[in-house]
């Protein structure tokens, strides 16, 4: 193997551990802040050769694992609780459940991301109105089949979790969803995925 080409392997490594380590201990929820802020810490020089997001989280996954372990079950325990109840108000758009609260690699101060599919964010927005829910509004582009779109965005603070959610068309619910034209399709899940999992950890002895 070319010796740079084990270099930049192991500074990808690097830096892929030190990124980890800035979202499970310092609240950097994004992942391209922290890859830059990690390079940085590393010294690397040349950033084209950053570790993908994958990598990252598997990175994230192992730390947590090994330094957070209760602290992290408890916590994510704890969101997908929030995400089912949240999920269950809004059930009549469709709710899914992604990133990484679903993941498991969801850090100290990760937001519950939900996807909606609703005819007009206005719908949403009516719906949050009536039940005096306080949200911020804005527009996110995601790639939705091999078209970039923006679409809608509503942010909720609450006491104890924090909500990022969503909004698609209906036509939209069998399509592949991605972050970047070339990242893996969205991973969601519906209500009954997450009745499921928190099941599972009712079980005495579990």
């Keep these: 193997m070319p010796r740079d080409h084990g270099n930049n392997r192991q500074m ?5 551990h030190l990124a980890a380590r800035l979202m499970a201990v310092d609240g950097v929820d994004d992942y391209a802040l922290a ?3 990690a390079a940085r810490q590393a010294g690397a020089r040349d950033t ?5 997001n994958d990598e990252v989280e598997h990175a994230l996954r192992a730390y947590q694992q090994l330094y957070q372990a209760d602290e992290q079950r408890d916590r994510l325990r704890h969101l997908r609780q929030r995400a089912r109840e949240m999920m269950e108000l809004l059930a009549r758009f469709d709710p899914y ?4 609260v679903l993941s498991g690699s969801a850090g100290k101060y990760s937001d519950i991301d939900l996807l909606l599919f609703a005819d007009s964010m206005k719908d949403v927005e009516l ?3 009536d039940r005096r829910i306080a949200y911020r509004s804005g527009e996110r582009r995601i790639h939705i089949g ?3 779109r923006g679409v809608s965005n509503f942010s909720i603070s609450g006491e104890d979790a924090d909500f990022d959610i969503t909004v698609c068309a209906p036509r939209d619910l069998r399509s592949q969803i ?7 399709p969205l991973e969601r899940v519906r209500l009954d995925w997450l009745d499921a999992t928190l099941a599972e950890r009712n079980v005495p002895g579990t």
């Excluded at 990808?12 to 892929?16: F, L, P, S, T």
């Excluded at 084209?48 to 993908?52: D, G, I, V, Y």
Aim: hydrophobic letters at 35%; glycine letters at 6%; proline letters at 7%.
């Design 127 to 129: 719906f949050l109105l």
């Design 48 to 52: 084209r050769n950053l570790p993908n």
């Design 97 to 100: 459940l992604w990133g990484a």
């Design 35 to 37: 890859k830059r802020k």
């Design 146 to 148: 091999d078209e970039l």
């Design 178 to 184: 991605r972050n970047t034209p070339q990242g893996r």
């Design 12 to 16: 990808r490594e690097r830096i892929a």
